[in-house]
């Protein structure tokens, strides 16, 4: 943070807003009176992300253990849509737990939840005083760190199917990452809570170790400024908006301008007397020489027994990417091949009022290692867990994933409407059904380069990869179930796409604009169609369009013959559907585009057309990936570029996000341990 608040804090006078009233009693929002509660929350209310919005209520819950009752707090519950369709055995699919950190809400999980709620049912709620929900009860005790377990222990059990045994994934952010801790870990003291049932941790961007004895004095000093006070001190730090101290310190000073926009929101929806009861609650009591309580260190995160994705940002000032590498070393996982110290610890906090460290350099005094990551080793669904290519058909009318239909400002996203089922059960061997797996530890480390910070959560440029790279972790460690093309193929119980589909088929452009001027992207052609059969289609695109290729997995519905007669080549590469293509056919792909593309003859005119079945997600896929590896396209570029010459571009997210992952600049990964 700034140098400046330690001087002002002895000496007031240099800021000119002391001299208001009106700005001594601000909080949160920079328009907003301390005592206006409910234009606190009506602010608040009118930024939240329609996917919340339409799956939030506000539940009271009593914690018999505390003695405390949380009379409005916001929970976000959204079921699996096809939930009843999906096998229960030996138990449904793990619920998904979201735990945000100090200052922080729900709404920060938004970009990857548009992704991750259409693999499991997912739980979110703000915790007290946060995002949407009431500041009650006011008892400084309701907010330590034990009595947010406890109550996030509540929460999870009134939404858990505990009669099937249900199990729960923990994906948790800064401060939620100690939270997540002391639930999933045997030897917490509140592992008697549900740890049995938890069989995943998520936690990004993580905190190893509590604060030290002096970091405690010096946070304690900072939690006992009267909030007039530090509200002052926070209006000061905002000063410049998105390019203010406040901003900057949780961004970084390269940040995209929509991650400033966002962070500076957050910060402004963060109640100065909820941070103060939280940080104050996080201290760990040394009275004993040892610290008790407050957030957890190598004795609590040692005893997770389950699968642990760790992820950092390297510019991340607040919780350095060496927290990772330490956990990692309390999990017994070899890190010595890791880099040099760089970066120093403060606090984790999701949107901090203020930077402690300023206050006393005691709060950022210990040194950290940044865990230098092996870029091998993305994830990938395993063979033995692949559906048969005899159930790898393309579905009807019952939308299976995010039916929201939300529109807001780009926040949330409608994917897969292709994808749908009947309403009979489905028909599956359960011979084909893949098992959990077996709980154990498993570590991966994933740090995103700069400009990656404390935000990356949310941040455009991370956050689709890491909804990728946590998905593919899901199915890859926890549930194969877990895997969104393996339920959109489970789920498909008819017969061939063709005749089920042909209306849809029908109001699908044939053709896209060009593309790169190399390609045009394709639906299927359909030999006994008016319009779109090979016949017509020669005479409408000859000239135009000099190769065919033809990714759908199964056969062709016409007969290339009648392409190649008219003079346009065929080519068949089979790829499977709902699936996002693996490295290996990416590639295959690239050199098959290559070698057809040296063998045009000087004579020749005409592009590259290119056909799944509608043509927007495999087919966008695999353009994408050639454009980005050999026409030299970032990713955003070339997802763009396709959305522009085939609207509305790829429909799937999780396609979306397995393309972030492939070619995120940069991002460093550790082999699984």
Same mark, same amino acid.
């Given at each position: 943070?700034?140098?400046?608040?330690?001087?002002?804090?002895?000496?007031?006078?240099?800021?000119?807003?002391?001299?208001?009233?009106?700005?001594?009693?601000?909080?949160?929002?920079?328009?907003?009176?301390?005592?206006?509660?409910?234009?606190?929350?009506?602010?608040?209310?009118?930024?939240?992300?329609?996917?919340?919005?339409?799956h939030s209520t506000f539940e009271s819950y009593s914690v018999p253990i505390t003695g405390f009752t949380y009379p409005s707090i916001r929970t976000f519950f959204r079921p699996h849509p096809q939930q009843s369709k999906l096998p229960n055995e030996p138990h449904p699919i793990p619920l998904l737990v979201f735990i945000h950190g100090l200052g922080g809400s729900v709404a920060q999980f938004n970009p990857i939840l548009i992704s991750l709620v259409n693999l499991a049912p997912s739980l979110a709620?703000?915790?007290?005083g946060c995002g949407r929900s009431t500041f009650h009860p006011k008892d400084w005790k309701a907010y330590t760190t034990d009595a947010l377990v406890q109550l996030l222990a509540v929460a999870i059990e009134a939404h858990r199917d505990r009669d099937a045994n249900q199990k729960v994934i923990l994906v948790a952010h800064s401060m939620g990452c100690s939270l997540a801790a002391l639930l999933a870990s045997s030897t917490s003291p509140h592992a008697a809570l549900i740890s049995e049932h938890i069989v995943?941790?998520?936690?990004?961007?993580?905190?190893?170790?509590?604060?030290?004895?002096?970091?405690?004095?010096?946070?304690?000093?900072?939690?006992?400024?009267?909030?007039?006070?530090?509200?002052?001190?926070?209006?000061?730090?905002?000063?410049?908006?998105?390019d203010s101290r406040s901003v900057t310190r949780m961004v970084g000073p390269d940040a995209e301008e929509k991650t400033k926009k966002l962070q500076l929101r957050f910060n402004e929806q963060s109640q100065t007397n909820v941070w103060r009861r939280m940080a104050r609650g996080m201290i760990p009591d040394y009275s004993g020489g040892i610290p008790a309580g407050g957030l957890p260190g190598k004795d609590v995160w040692s005893g997770l027994r389950l699968p642990v994705f760790l992820a950092a940002g390297e510019a991340d000032h607040l919780t350095p990417p060496d927290n990772a590498k330490l956990i990692a070393h309390f999990l017994g996982r070899d890190i010595a091949a890791m880099d040099p110290p760089s970066d120093k610890a403060s606090l984790p906090m999701a949107a901090a009022p203020i930077d402690p460290g300023s206050l006393d350099p005691a709060l950022a005094e210990r040194p950290h290692h940044d865990?230098?990551?092996?870029?091998?080793?993305?994830?990938?669904?395993?063979?033995?867990?692949?559906?048969? #290519? %005899?159930?790898?058909? $393309?579905?009807?009318?019952?939308?299976? @994933?995010?039916?929201? &239909?939300? #529109? %807001?400002?780009?926040? $949330?996203?409608?994917?897969?409407?292709? @994808?749908?089922?009947? &309403?009979?059960?489905?028909?599956?061997?359960?011979s084909n059904v893949p098992l959990p797996h077996p709980r154990h530890l498993v570590v991966k480390t994933v740090i995103f380069p700069k400009p990656a910070s404390h935000s990356l959560l949310f941040a455009p440029s991370t956050s689709r990869s890491l909804s990728g790279l946590v998905g593919d972790f899901f199915a890859d460690h926890i549930d194969p179930r877990l895997s969104l093309g393996w339920q959109l193929q489970y789920l498909t119980t008819e017969g061939k796409w063709d005749v089920k589909n042909l209306k849809k088929w029908s109001s699908t452009e044939p053709v896209s604009l060009p593309l790169a001027d190399t390609f045009r992207a394709m639906k299927t052609l359909r030999e006994v169609d008016e319009q779109h059969s090979p016949k017509i289609f020669v005479k409408d695109w000859a000239g135009k369009i000099r190769v065919v290729v033809d990714i759908s997995h199964g056969s062709p519905v016409y007969d290339p013959k009648g392409l190649e007669a008219g003079g346009i080549k065929y080519y068949k590469f089979p790829c499977v559907s709902k699936m996002p293509p693996q490295t290996e056919e990416?590639?295959?792909?690239?050199?098959?585009?290559?070698?057809?593309?040296?063998?045009?003859?000087?004579?020749?005119?005409?592009?590259?057309?290119?056909?799944?079945?509608?043509?927007?997600?495999?087919?966008?896929?695999?353009?994408?990936?050639?454009?980005?590896?050999?026409l030299k396209y970032r990713v955003e570029e070339a997802i763009d570029a396709f959305a522009t010459a085939r609207p509305i571009g790829i429909k799937h997210a999780h396609f979306i996000d397995a393309l972030h992952v492939r070619y995120a600049v940069g991002l460093r990964k550790a082999p699984t341990l």
């Open positions: 943070m700034h140098q400046l608040l330690p001087l002002w804090v002895r000496n007031p006078a240099p800021c000119p807003a002391a001299r208001s009233i009106h700005v001594m009693r601000c909080i949160g929002h920079p328009k907003l009176g301390m005592h206006d509660r409910s234009a606190h929350l009506r602010y608040v209310d009118s930024t939240d992300p329609g996917l919340l919005k339409k709620i703000d915790l007290p995943g941790l998520v936690a990004i961007c993580p905190q190893a170790e509590p604060p030290s004895e002096k970091q405690r004095k010096a946070l304690i000093r900072a939690t006992s400024i009267p909030s007039v006070m530090f509200d002052l001190i926070r209006k000061w730090d905002r000063r410049g908006g998105v865990s230098g990551i092996d870029a091998n080793d993305l994830p990938r669904i395993k063979e033995e867990t692949t559906v048969p #290519s %005899t159930l790898l058909f $393309s579905p009807s009318a019952e939308s299976l @994933v995010n039916d929201d &239909n939300i #529109s %807001t400002a780009g926040e $949330s996203a409608t994917i897969g409407d292709d @994808v749908s089922i009947t &309403n009979a059960p489905a028909s599956i061997s359960t990416v590639k295959a792909f690239i050199e098959l585009i290559d070698t057809i593309r040296a063998d045009k003859s000087e004579d020749e005119t005409g592009l590259i057309g290119v056909h799944c079945h509608y043509g927007f997600n495999r087919t966008g896929f695999f353009l994408v990936c050639y454009l980005v590896e050999r």
